[in-house]
């Protein structure tokens, strides 16, 4: 027999299934939610329930939205011929969060990963490459994640596209040491990439 009721014992059950919530934040958000007012119970679960039913994948870039296509591919603005290809939607957030790039992304949702029986069938890249023809892209941006995984992806990416579009640039986003980082707590892959990608000082 658990501590507290048998309700609540289910809700801080589900919550502590959550990435990132371990018993005691479960708890802590279960017992708030049963403090506060019905009014928020309501507008949450109504909230879990429409996400379920209306966010899908957008048919070009395969971000996830409620309008099919998303925002930023209707936005004719940002057809520039530059495409930004992202492992997740997280990481396509934290490059528009940053505000500078105004092109348009393509979301991968994945890594090739063979350990784990991912190869290219499984992720978006078929669609890519058909975005290159299609969209008359100019330069394709690859900003998968600095593993092993993200690497061996953007240098696959970097040879289907260069033999779809010879005249394709294709870039990779720098990778080295952080603002604020210190190097003697550098690892080695981030100090050799740094230093082979290293740039001028401008005066």
Known sequence: MG???RSLEKLIGQFSRLPGIG???ATRVALHI???NR???ESLAESLLEVKEKIKFCSVCFNLTDDDPCPIC???GRANGSICVVEGPGDQLAIEESGVFRGRYHVLHGVLSPLDGIGPEDLKIGELLNRISRE???ELI???NPTTEGEATASFLFRLSSEKAGNLKITRIALGVPM????KYIDVMTLKHALKTRVPINP
């Open 74 to 76: 209707q936005d004719q």
């Open 39 to 41: 009014e928020l119970a």
């Open 34 to 36: 049963l403090g506060c």
């Open 23 to 25: 018993q005691k934040s």
């Open 136 to 138: 008359g892209v100019e």
């Open 3 to 5: 501590i507290y009721p």
């Open 180 to 183: 604020g980082g210190d190097l």
């Open 142 to 144: 690859i900003a998968t």
